[in-house]
């Protein structure tokens, strides 16, 4: 589907409403779009590609079907046990903080939707610059906190605050709340982050837009204020410097 367009929106947006239910459909197809946001910087076919924070390996799964060598490493050995997601069988257990990978490993480095989860983004950052080699790709994507999605489960109601927000959800569903601010969700925004990434000497910024949007989706980070809002999802596109 072609990449921005109220179509293709369209077709995530409906697809992760049906996310509890379905998420063999949701995420096969996010991760087909994904691969298709990374192929249109570099081809897929013969790369080593790291997901970092990968999940069950909806992602890593489409890549190797692109014919990359796809790696995927998730500290949650329990979402690895799901295999219902039909995910690699040779994940690695492990941080993002610490990849047991050696300097340049990957030609791609990929994570989706996990920046918000981690406390230090910048050192989780580092490290994936880390594992890519000089020229490499870096395709990092996350929601931050004041996206109207920022709140996860208790979204929309985090702009009224956190604790207030997820109280109400657990009221309201008689479940506990899978995410707790500060302990695996953190707040974090597109503004700062992009200050950020623009002060390192490990990377380039390719391109920075929302992931999602379908006009503009570059112009949408480019306004202050606006951007915390409208941007939804930032997706980072980054080249490792030489
Ligand atoms: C919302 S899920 C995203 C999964 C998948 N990447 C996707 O886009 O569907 C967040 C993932 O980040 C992982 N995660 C949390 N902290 C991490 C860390 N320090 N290093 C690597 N992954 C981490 C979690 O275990 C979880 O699988």
């Not at 080699?133 to 929309?156: C, D, K, M, Q």
């Not at 009221?171 to 707040?187: C, D, I, M, Q, V």
Request: proline share 7%; charged share 25%.
């Amino acid at each position: 589907m072609k990449d921005p367009s109220f179509r293709r929106s369209l077709a995530l947006f409906r697809a992760f409403l049906r996310e509890p239910e379905d998420p063999e459909t949701v995420y096969t197809l996010l991760a087909r779009d994904a691969a298709d946001q990374v192929e249109r910087h570099v081809p897929l076919e013969g790369k080593v590609v790291v997901d970092v924070g990968g999940g069950p390996g909806y992602f890593t799964r489409e890549f190797r079907r692109r014919g990359a060598q796809g790696y995927l490493f998730e500290p949650d050995a329990g979402v690895l046990g799901d295999r219902s997601a039909r995910g690699p069988r040779d994940a690695v257990v492990a941080d993002g903080y610490l990849l047991p990978l050696a300097d340049g490993a990957a030609d791609v480095t990929f994570s989706s939707n996990v920046l918000e989860h981690v406390e230090d983004p910048h050192t989780f950052l580092s490290e994936m610059a880390r594992i890519t080699r000089p020229g490499g790709l870096i395709y990092v994507s996350f929601t931050n906190w004041y996206s109207p999605w920022g709140g996860h489960e208790w979204a929309p109601w985090h702009y009224l605050g956190a604790e207030r927000a997820r109280a109400r959800y657990e009221r309201r569903t008689g479940r506990p709340a899978k995410h707790r601010l500060g302990e695996n969700l953190f707040r974090i925004g597109v503004g700062p982050t992009l200050r950020h990434v623009r002060g390192r000497t490990d990377v380039d910024i390719v391109s920075a837009r929302s992931r999602y949007w379908p006009v503009l989706p570059e112009l949408v980070t480019r306004v202050p204020g606006v951007r915390e809002f409208a941007t939804w999802n930032l997706l980072l596109i980054l080249r490792r410097c030489s």
